[in-house]
């Protein structure tokens, strides 16, 4: 159904599966690691209509989301990290949308990392403050598309994929080089880089 590049079980290729959290529109993209290279494996939106119950738009979704990871197999999946939000209830919406996400990724032994939405944009452009149409340009470049992948949910969980790729070897250098867990030494980093770029 989701055009899965390749074949083999759950982590050929090193697949990595981002989403972004949505309940109208919730993007999702994969990818893997072909030596320096972001290889796309998939990406798109699932939808739910407006016009239906809450119930049953959650149903839908949380079905479409148990297809796709049974379809693609991901070996790690990345989620953006929900902030504060001035809407209210779209930030509601894009919780529930987030933690059927993790649900179904728990179901199946599947590690999930979340990011911040300025973390994703500090690993694919290098500018923490980046627009999304910065985004959008450096996910087409690296995953050596011709065209922006569309709607801008689909690009944005291809951009949370990439960070992923490039984070994890960050965190596993950290994690070697301390004898602890990578993340702290991760999020510093983010942290201090951030910092940079707030002080131009």
Partial sequence: ????????????GGVVL????????????????????????????????????????????????EELLDDLRPEEVAVERILFQHNARSAITVGQASGLALAAAARRGIPVTHYSPNEVKLAVTGDGAADKAAVQAMVTRLCGLTETPRPPDAADALALAACHLWASPVRAGAAAATGVGGRGGFDRAVAAALARDGAR
């Fill in 18 to 65: 981002g989403i972004d959290p949505g309940l109208s529109r919730c993007g999702y993209g994969a990818l893997r690691r072909d030596g320096h290279r972001m290889v796309p494996v998939a990406y798109g939106v699932l939808r739910t209509p407006p016009e239906t119950d809450l119930p049953e738009r959650l149903a839908q979704l949380q079905a479409d989301l």
């Fill in 1 to 12: 159904m989701f055009g899965q590049e390749g074949s083999g079980g759950r982590g050929a």
